[in-house]
C-alpha cells in the first residue's frame, strides 16, 4: 500500500524547530508515507518528523541513524515489527507515562483515549495532549490512539494530511 499525494509536513502538524531544516536531520529518508526525517542526540532518537515529498534525501550520518532507518523501513515493510532503538525524549514525567502506554498498544490495534485515559487514571483530553506532544510518532505509535465515535486527531490536527497519514498507518497495520 503507497500512500500518494499526501505531502504532509509536520512542520504544519507539530511545532518542531527541525522540521524544514534539512541540515539538522541525521537522516532523511523516503517511505511509503513520504519522507521521514530523524534526529538523534548523543546516538538516541529524540525527533521522528513527516516531510513533504520535496525533502532531499540524506543518508544517515551515523551507524545509529542508520539502525533507526533500518528499523523504520522494517516497519514500512513488516508493521508488526517491534522497535528496539534508544530513545531520548523530551517530556514532562505525565507525558513520559502516556508515550510508555501507547507502545504497549500492539500494531494493528487501536485504544480510545478514554480507554487509554482510564488505565492511566487520568482524562481522555490529557492523554490527547500527551499524544500531541509525542516527538517520535510510529515509533511510540500515537497513531493508535483513536476517539470513541471516530478517528480523532493526530499530531494536534483533526483533518488534511496528519489525518490522511493516521489512516494510513491503521490501515497499513491491519492490512499486514
Known sequence: MVLTALSVDN??????????QASQFDAIIATPA?????VLNNGALADVSFLSESAELRSPRTAAAKEVCH????????PHSVFHVSLVL??????QR???ALRRIP???????GALASK????ARAVGNACRANPVPIVIPCHRVVAANGMGGFMGKRSGGALRLKQ???AHERDR
Do not use: A
Request: charged fraction near 10%; hydrophobic fraction near 30%.
Open 11 to 20: 512542520e504544519n502538524m507539530r511545532s518542531r524547530s527541525t522540521s524544514g
Open 71 to 78: 528499523q523504520l523501513q522494517s516497519y514500512f515493510t513488516h
Open 168 to 170: 494510513w498507518l491503521l
Open 98 to 100: 502516556v508515550w510508555r
Open 90 to 95: 523530551k517530556g514532562t514525567p505525565f507525558q
Open 107 to 113: 500494531s494493528g490495534q487501536t485504544l480510545t483515549y
Open 34 to 38: 513520504g519522507q521521514v526525517g530523524i
Open 120 to 123: 492511566l487514571s487520568t482524562s
